[in-house]
């Protein structure tokens, strides 16, 4: 079975840093690729990151560029983010997800523009992330 777990998130004061993981069971990271996606109150959610499945691009939304970091533990089947010099703004739940047709280049991935996602089929309940003094 399918599953994504998300972890790590927490209150961080602006200006500080915390590291995501999201752990994947049921399938290898060695054949899908995994995006990083937020959605804060009141708001869509938005694609923020995502690396491919084997070819190790990355991709970043203009939003994090800079900040953030993703990368992945394959023998673990893991893929971290990590954020730096964090806002108020970036304050939302984080989720990581998926999908048989997902891919992620240094443009964007197969979801980058999307509103609604479609081509994600598994998603963690994800990690509340909130950003405050």
């Known amino acids: 079975q399918v599953q994504l777990v998300e972890s790590g998130g927490g209150l961080v004061q602006p200006g500080g840093s915390l590291r995501l993981s999201c752990a994947a069971s049921?399938?290898?990271?060695?054949?899908?690729?995994i995006g990083w996606f937020r959605q804060a109150p009141g708001k869509e959610r938005e694609e923020i990151s995502c690396i491919s499945s084997s070819d190790g691009h990355t991709y970043y939304a203009d939003s994090v560029k800079g900040r953030f970091n993703i990368f992945k533990d394959s023998a673990n089947d893991t893929v971290y983010l990590q954020m730096n010099s964090l806002k108020p703004e970036d304050t939302a739940v984080y989720h990581c997800?998926?999908?048989?047709?997902?891919?992620?280049?240094?443009?964007?991935?197969?979801?980058?523009?999307?509103?609604?996602?479609?081509?994600?089929?598994?998603w963690g309940k994800g990690t509340l992330v909130t950003v405050s003094s």
């Open positions: 049921g399938f290898t990271l060695d054949y899908y690729a």
């Open positions: 997800g998926t999908g048989d047709d997902y891919y992620c280049s240094v443009d964007g991935s197969s979801e980058t523009g999307s509103p609604y996602y479609y081509g994600m089929d598994y």
